[in-house]
């Protein structure tokens, strides 16, 4: 079954598992997943979708009976269509901060505040799918476009995915590049994605040479990686006048 004929055998949906399949599916495809790549767990699902475990599982079923999914005991959920175009390199499909400014031109930079490898709280655990205590890569930089500051960033990472972060000096080093140059590679595929609006705080001010009433937009990510396990969670802190959000509305 091809690309297309996939996407004609789903169609918008009455019920919720039904219109949880079409936004699993869409997402899926706007990740470009490839057949065998696993899916997160429904526990994960069901967070990310915001409806019970009971209407992931169904959805995934309805995808499983048009041929789109598959499920065994020792995998879990898989896709069974490449969701691009055969023979495309698929790559990464969610940006790092580096690979925004080459695209357009610029010279990122940054300054790293902290960087330490440590046992993961229970929160960040929950958050990242791993168990508590499990070594854990965490980093605070301070973000630069054309040496204007635009960004505070703090990313924390399951070690066990790439141990090269621990050994890597990122004052240089784009973090993306250095998942995509891991072996087996971790490419993030797609993310979870949420911005509001606040204060900043003494800190933030001073990090972000703040002066006068300045609004902070605060965007906190999951992402995930090919296999569907959550790779890194990130919050930055974006000066307003310096950041302007936009997004894509799909079905």
């Known amino acids: 079954?091809?690309?297309?004929?996939?996407?004609d055998l789903i169609r918008r949906g009455r019920t919720l598992p039904q219109q949880t399949a079409d936004r699993l599916w869409s997402d899926l495809v706007a990740g470009r997943a490839r057949s065998g790549d696993r899916l997160p767990s429904e526990r994960v699902l069901a967070d990310r979708y915001r409806v019970s475990r009971v209407t992931v599982r169904s959805a995934l079923a309805g995808l499983a009976?048009?041929?789109?999914?598959?499920?065994?005991?020792?995998?879990?959920?898989?896709?069974e269509v490449d969701t691009g175009p055969v023979g495309e390199d698929v790559g990464h499909t969610v940006q790092g901060f580096a690979d925004y400014a080459a695209e357009?031109?610029?010279?990122?930079?940054?300054?790293?505040l902290r960087q330490v490898t440590r046992a993961a709280t229970v929160a960040e655990a929950d958050r990242l799918q791993i168990a508590p205590g499990a070594p854990l890569f965490e980093m605070r930089r301070l973000r630069f476009l054309d040496d204007v500051?635009?960004?505070?960033?703090?990313?924390?990472l399951p070690l066990a995915l790439c141990p090269a972060?621990?050994?890597?000096?990122?004052?240089?080093a784009s973090l993306y590049a250095v998942l995509r140059d891991n072996d087996p590679p971790q490419l993030p595929r797609v993310a979870d994605y949420s911005v509001e609006a606040r204060y900043a705080?003494?800190?933030e001010r001073a990090l972000l040479e703040i002066e006068g009433?300045?609004?902070m937009l605060v965007a906190d990510q999951l992402t995930y990686n090919q296999q569907g396990r959550a790779l890194e969670w990130t919050t930055q802190v974006f000066r307003g006048d310096r950041y302007r959000f936009r997004a894509s509305i799909t079905d």
């Open 165 to 172: 972060l621990a050994t890597t000096d990122f004052h240089a």
């Open 149 to 156: 500051v635009v960004a505070v960033e703090h990313n924390r």
């Open 65 to 79: 009976e048009r041929g789109l999914l598959s499920v065994t005991p020792a995998r879990g959920w898989q896709v």
């Open 213 to 215: 009433e300045v609004p």
């Open 104 to 112: 357009r031109g610029l010279t990122a930079r940054s300054a790293v």
């Open 201 to 203: 705080t003494d800190e």
């Open 1 to 7: 079954m091809d690309r297309a004929a996939g996407a």
